[in-house]
């Protein structure tokens, strides 16, 4: 055990010190997790070449508990966005992410999951994976080498060092742990989240638009002569 767990704000007699050891819930449940994370193989883009490098030997993500990437997201508990997000391939990431056993973490590699990078104008690009589901760690970079992504998850076990049960919305009796919905990708991408919002906006557009085409043909001279 290392000596983070171990410490505690609880005294030890002298005499005992060496017979028992005093750690918390928390730091027992957060050890194992932060040391058993296991990946998603999981790839969009250039950054997705990194992040296998990251894996291969050299870097050896296995120094951090993380073995070898899940081909499956009931086996995962982290999802490595490593590319560009399209609308195309957001449903699928959406419908990913919630296929995934919780606790799960998100981290968002590269300029472009995390924003959009080069392509955040383009008329296929998603900016930011963050704005459908949510995301515990960012990593800057066009693409991030592995030492970035290495650092990257050595932030996110730092997160988990620093959760507590009560506190976590997984251990959360009241918290319904709802999928999130899944968008739909049609002449534009629509989050089902937003859909009051979309209609509320469509109804007031065309309010707006009827009450000017009235106005209009208020103004206008009647078509009928008159004698």
């Not at 937003?194 to 557009?205: A, G, M, N, T």
Request: with cysteine; net charge neutral; hydrophobic share 35%.
């Amino acid at each position: 055990m290392s000596k983070e767990m171990l410490e505690t704000k609880y005294d030890i007699p002298p005499e005992i010190r060496n017979q028992v050891t005093v750690t918390t819930l928390d730091k027992v449940y957060n050890w194992g997790r932060r040391n058993s994370i296991w990946p998603m193989m999981f790839g969009l883009a250039c950054c997705a070449i990194e992040m296998i490098c990251t894996a291969a030997s050299r870097y050896d993500l296995a120094r951090f508990g993380m073995e070898v990437m899940r081909p499956s997201p009931r086996q995962s508990d982290l999802m490595i966005v490593s590319g560009t997000v399209t609308k195309k391939m957001i449903p699928t990431i959406v419908r990913l992410y919630n296929q995934m056993s919780e606790p799960k973490y998100v981290l968002a590699m590269g300029a472009c999951a995390s924003g959009g990078g080069p392509f955040k104008e383009g008329y296929n690009v998603v900016s930011g994976v963050d704005k459908y589901i949510p995301v515990d760690v960012y990593i800057p970079g066009c693409p991030p080498t592995p030492q970035a992504l290495l650092h990257g998850l050595v932030s996110l076990q730092r997160r988990i060092d620093a959760q507590s049960i009560p506190q976590t919305r997984w251990y959360n009796k009241e918290d319904s742990g709802e999928a999130i919905p899944i968008p739909v990708l049609g002449p534009d991408l629509m989050d089902p989240r937003q859909y009051e919002q979309i209609r509320k906006y469509s109804l007031e557009k065309a309010a707006r638009e009827k009450a000017v085409a009235e106005a209009a043909t208020a103004g206008e001279p009647s078509a009928t002569p008159t004698h």
